[in-house]
């Protein structure tokens, strides 16, 4: 299944590292978003893209930075993290923001030491 | 109180049992209910939506209770495919979706 795919897969980096994470989507949706599952945890949902503008900043630190050039690409720019920010980072779409129904990526592992 | 509440189990089985879990939810003005799967290490994957009273789909029932504030999953004739996280979600009217913290599923041979 190739609907939504992130790169990288893994990804390992100390607090002074910058890194990117992205997402593509090969549905035609005009939604996307950017989740954090940390372990035992529910997903957190971070940013909404509607129609590649913002449309929720879900009081996520400066230290996160999304980009979302065009409605199939959304980034997430990465610097000076904490070992607290180790989680899976998913992707999703939908086909709008009103839809009830995400389809997700299979996520970025993302390992801060 | 958070706003979905699942029972985290682990729930383990023998194969051909049922299981059956529930989730609870606070916020009495959503609409939609999902549950969707979650295996080790992977992406949740939607397993069935709740639009009224409950859906069927094969050896899985949801069931909605409104009053209750609660949905169900049941699991009939276990497989060991079906050894899972699941996650409970509701659609807020906010276009957001609110996730549990998923019910793990452990179906034995």
């Known amino acids: 299944e190739t609907g939504v795919t992130q790169t990288p897969r893994h990804l390992v980096m100390g607090m002074t590292n910058k890194k990117s994470l992205k997402c593509e989507q090969h549905l035609g949706h005009n939604a996307m978003y950017w989740y954090k599952q940390s372990a035992k945890k529910p997903l957190e949902l971070m940013f909404v893209y509607s129609l590649e503008e913002r449309v929720e900043n879900n009081s996520v630190p400066s230290r996160f930075s999304p980009e979302c050039p065009n409605s199939s690409h959304l980034f997430l720019h990465l610097h000076t993290l904490q070992p607290e920010d180790s989680a899976l980072y998913l992707c999703?779409?939908?086909?709008?923001?009103?839809?009830?129904?995400?389809?997700f990526g299979p996520g970025t592992r993302l390992t801060v030491l | 109180r958070k706003e979905v509440e699942q029972d985290p189990g682990p729930f383990n089985v023998p194969e051909g049992a049922t299981v059956a879990f529930n989730c609870t939810y606070s916020?009495?003005?959503?609409?939609?209910f999902f549950w969707y799967r979650q295996d080790c290490r992977k992406e949740p994957k939607l397993l069935m939506s709740v639009y009224s009273s409950g859906n069927e789909d094969g050896r899985f029932t949801a069931q909605l209770n409104r009053a209750s504030q609660y949905i169900s999953l049941l699991i009939r004739d276990s497989k060991l495919s079906d050894s899972a996280t699941y996650l409970c979600?509701?659609?807020?009217?906010?276009?957001?979706?609110?996730f549990g913290a998923g019910t793990t599923v452990t179906v034995r041979a």
């Open positions: 999703a779409s939908s086909r709008g923001l009103h839809a009830d129904t995400q389809y």
């Open positions: 979600v509701l659609y807020r009217d906010d276009y957001k979706l609110s």
């Open positions: 916020n009495s003005a959503s609409q939609s």
